[in-house]
């Protein structure tokens, strides 16, 4: 089972790029990278989901490199209101799936 | 919009007692899923389902039961509430097995 690590917090300005990296030494064959936002007193809400190299939707792109041993979640030109905490989840979509700890992004004015 | 409904944001309940946690989604989704969050833990899953009837124990199952006897609804049920089992739960749901998850609100329940 593939287990998620990733940064506690990170700090970052309004304007500026974000990366946040998912370590999962062990994923499977089977296993999709999703990457989820949680506000306070709310369920997380989908952002990105890949399998390998790069995607990108309207708000992120997901960069996973060729051995998908990680994966980072790039938010461009963040502000205020991506003030959240940041889960990665690495899984097949049934029992087999990891939420990491997650990251708490802090954008600062 | 997908709408994922759980039955209580905030439930106290006391040591010993059946509760009972219902999830409820309006979209047709084959898989419906508990977790529970904890700080510092993440989210941790508990149950899933994929079918009427059916269901799969997640990482952590221990003190827990789920029941799914229509598509729409995911109950979650614990026996014998202990105080270990104060935290936030949350329930979701998906089309498909790989597909993007969509979260309820969650419901913060106490065991004191």
């Known amino acids: 089972l593939a287990k998620t690590t990733q940064p506690i917090s990170m700090d970052s300005y309004e304007g500026q790029e974000v990366n946040i990296t998912c370590s999962h030494n062990?994923?499977?064959?089977?296993?999709?990278i999703t990457w989820y936002q949680q506000f306070p007193s709310q369920g997380p809400r989908f952002i990105i989901q890949g399998y390998k190299t790069k995607v990108t939707n309207e708000v992120a792109s997901l960069f996973i490199p060729a051995d998908r041993k990680s994966s980072t979640l790039s938010l461009p030109r963040v502000s205020l209101s991506d003030t959240a905490v940041y889960y990665c989840?690495?899984?097949?979509?049934?029992?087999?799936?990891?939420f990491g700890a997650g990251t708490r992004l802090t954008v600062k004015p | 919009d997908v709408k994922v409904t759980q039955s209580s944001r905030y439930l106290v309940k006391r040591t010993g007692e059946k509760v009972f946690l219902e999830c409820v989604q309006d979209?047709?989704?084959?898989?419906m899923f508990w977790y529970r969050q904890d700080p510092g833990l993440g989210l941790r899953l508990i149950y899933f389902?994929?079918?009427?009837?059916?269901?799969e124990k997640g990482d952590i199952p221990e003190g827990y039961s789920v029941s799914r006897e229509k598509k729409e609804r995911f109950s979650l049920i614990l026996e014998s509430a202990s105080t270990n089992q104060t935290s936030m739960y949350l329930c979701a749901s998906s089309f498909f097995r790989n597909n993007e998850q969509f979260f309820g609100p969650g419901t913060r329940l106490t065991v004191l």
């Open positions: 979209m047709d989704h084959e898989n």
């Open positions: 989840l690495v899984g097949d979509g049934r029992g087999d799936m990891r």
């Open positions: 389902s994929y079918d009427v009837k059916m269901k």
């Open positions: 062990n994923i499977a064959t089977n296993d999709y």
